[in-house]
């Protein structure tokens, strides 16, 4: 699996790769010592004539191979993508697998086909090996049980990553043949992450079927996390893509409130809450003999108990001006986004002249407005919007 996230890289690394950093997550110490477990209680039930040590250390072995398995899947991937000239950030192993973190997307359907299509290949190929391993050593039970159950799950794996659903890597190579007969990289992530959405679908269901019907909870239970992770992701990609589009070449300065009311820092929050009723305005700029001291907003109020309001001032509660994240006219919306977002804040003043005289507040920039105009623009459709 693959994801182009900016995303904060967790967990421990553990080696260094063609020059990648490889991360275990901390979830994958869940995964791995359950299916170092469960691998040999399978090889104590299959082979009761070894020992204890013989049972553990096989079913040790066999799970560390199988995520060395994982791993040369996503390296696989990162190779392809090197060559293209296309940055790997990292690969992290977690409890659903492995992925490889990747700088930006491929600049044409073929890279996109190629990156893809070399992750199966390659857990195909070491299926093939194991295979071979299996029948080479047949005669030995331990090599032979430890080779079998890595190349057929190195083979499920293959043939798992090959569902047509984004971000599998199937879906992407479903995407990029559709990218590639469109020339629409757009529609083409939107397509391929419907797609994506219905495999995840049809995995929460057979999750749900193997449950019920064949009592078989566990695995059913796994399907429906793996399909709501996948749902997870799936949405995830159609959204940014949207996002990107949506926003793309847009800035502050086109949709910021260029009213940006004020409040003195003197009143109660019992008198600003009133202003709030009356005004339905949300935010405000605080002053304080003419000069700029805070920001208001209903979100502060709210955080101080109602029955504190009389006697407590907006200049008591308020954010200091000193605490206030700042845009300039000429940000792109995308990256405000994102800042508003990662902050949690809900509004940011719009400062303009930061260079040379004395900064100057131009105007008040909200989510909301932000959302309103990636509405208006869906529903007038992609035009403008460039790409
Ligand atoms: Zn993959």
Not at 35 to 51: C, D, G, K, N, V
Request: net charge neutral; proline share 4%.
């Amino acid at each position: 699996m693959r994801l182009q996230v900016p995303v904060r890289t967790t967990g421990f690394r553990i080696a260094r790769i063609l020059g990648i950093p490889i991360y275990l997550d901390a979830s994958w110490l869940l995964i791995f010592g359950l299916i170092t477990y469960s691998l040999a209680m399978a090889f104590r039930e299959l082979h009761p004539q070894w020992t204890p040590t013989e049972h553990w250390t096989v079913g040790i072995l066999t799970s560390i191979l199988f995520f060395s398995s994982v791993l040369f899947h996503e390296l696989s991937h990162s190779v392809v993508a090197l060559h293209y000239k296309i940055p790997v950030h990292s690969i992290t192993l977690f409890i659903f697998g492995g992925i490889a973190r990747i700088g930006r997307e491929p600049s044409g359907p073929l890279q996109e086909f190629n990156i893809a299509i070399a992750g199966p290949l390659a857990s195909f190929f070491l299926a093939g090996m194991f295979a071979v391993v299996a029948l080479v050593f047949a005669s030995d039970q331990m090599v032979g049980a430890l080779a079998g159950y890595l190349a057929w799950t190195n083979l499920i794996l293959g043939a798992f990553n090959l569902a047509p659903g984004f971000p599998l890597d199937g879906g992407r190579i479903f995407r990029a043949i559709i990218w590639g007969i469109t020339k629409n990289f757009s529609r083409a992530t939107l397509i391929a992450g419907a797609s994506g959405r219905l495999v995840a679908y049809t995995m929460m269901a057979i999750g749900a079927y193997k449950a019920y019907h064949d009592k078989e909870w566990t695995s059913g239970l796994w399907l429906g996390v793996i399909g709501l992770y996948l749902l997870n992701a799936a949405q995830e990609s159609i959204a940014q893509v949207t996002i990107r589009e949506t926003l793309a070449g847009l800035r502050a300065a086109d949709v910021m409130n260029q009213e940006v009311p004020t409040v003195g820092g003197h009143i109660t929050l019992e008198e600003y809450g009133a202003e709030v009723l009356r005004t339905g305005r949300r935010c405000h700029l605080v002053m304080s003999d003419d000069r700029l001291v805070g920001m208001m907003n209903v979100h502060t109020l709210n955080s101080v108990p109602r029955e504190e309001w009389a006697h407590n001032s907006v200049q008591s509660a308020m954010i200091p001006r000193e605490k206030i994240l700042w845009t300039t006219p000429d940000e792109s919306l995308l990256t405000l986004l994102e800042r508003l977002l990662s902050a949690d804040v809900n509004q940011m003043p719009v400062v303009s002249g930061t260079g040379n005289d004395a900064p100057q507040i131009v105007g008040m920039i909200t989510r909301d407005s932000i959302l309103r105009v990636m509405r208006t623009r869906t529903e007038l459709g992609p035009r403008g919007a460039s790409k």
